[in-house]
Each structure stands twice: as C-alpha cells, then as structure tokens.
Nanobody, 130 residues
Framework: DVQLQASGGGLVQVGKSLRLSCAGSGFGTEANVVGWFRQAPGKEREAVAWLGVSDTSAYYSDSVKGRFTISIDSAKTTVELQMNGVEPEDTAVYYC???????????????????????WGKGTLVTVSS
C-alpha cells in the first residue's frame, strides 16, 4: 500500500506563496500518478495538479495554471505543490493522492479524475486571507 502524509497548510495572505508537501511510499511501484486535489466548503473535490511519476510530466487545472507547480523529488518519496500568487478562491482543504493508470499516456486526461486514485492522504487546510 501507499502511505501518504500531507503537510504545509496554513494561513497565507493574498498574493503570497505556500508550499505543500506529501511524503509517501510506493511512488513508482504501487502508483504511477500522483495528484493534488482540493475541496472548498460547499463545493465538490477538484483536481489541482497531477504528475506522472516515471517521466514527471505535470498537468494543471485551468484555475491554477501558471501559479502552482507540482513536483516530485528524485527519490520518488515526496510530492510538493508550490503555490504562488494565491487567491481567496484557493482556500480549501488540500489532499494528495496516488493511483495507477494502465497506460501512462492516459495520465494527462485521467489524472484529473478522483476515481483513479486509490490512496489518499489526510487533508491539509489552506486559508487565503485578503
């Protein structure tokens, strides 16, 4: 199994930066795609960014493209989400997740779907103050 532990959430001012980390085991063996999702109060969980573990190809939702960066370390044990220029709409509980797709060329499209992720970490709250 993949064990995930997210950290780094907190209170941040509009326009500032915050970095979330997700420590895990099994990246590359149990899972070939990792992602960050978020859920704001009263809203559905949505994909923010996802990444293919083997080639580190990264993909983003339109709402964060150009502001957030997802990355994985060379040891394949920690996935980070660098959040720059945060906006009030970024306030949410953020979750890291890991899953597997049959063919890695499917990651770009399938990675935004929560259903493909078998493993989920506990959420970390990000609150953006104006």
């Amino acid at each position: 199994d993949v064990q995930l532990q997210a950290s780094g959430g907190g209170l941040v001012q509009v326009g500032k930066s915050l970095r979330l980390s997700c420590a895990g085991s099994g990246f590359g063996t149990e899972a070939n795609v990792v992602g960050w999702f978020r859920q704001a109060p009263g809203k559905e969980r949505e994909a923010v960014a996802w990444l293919g573990v083997s080639d580190t190809s990264a993909y983003y939702s339109d709402s964060v493209k150009g502001r957030f960066t997802i990355s994985i370390d060379s040891a394949k044990t920690t996935v980070e989400l660098q959040m720059n220029g945060v906006e009030p709409e970024d306030t949410a509980v953020y979750y890291c997740a890991a899953g597997r797709v049959i063919n890695e060329w499917l990651i770009e499209r399938a990675g935004q779907r929560a259903v493909i992720y078998k493993y989920w970490g506990k959420g970390t709250l990000v609150t953006v103050s104006s």
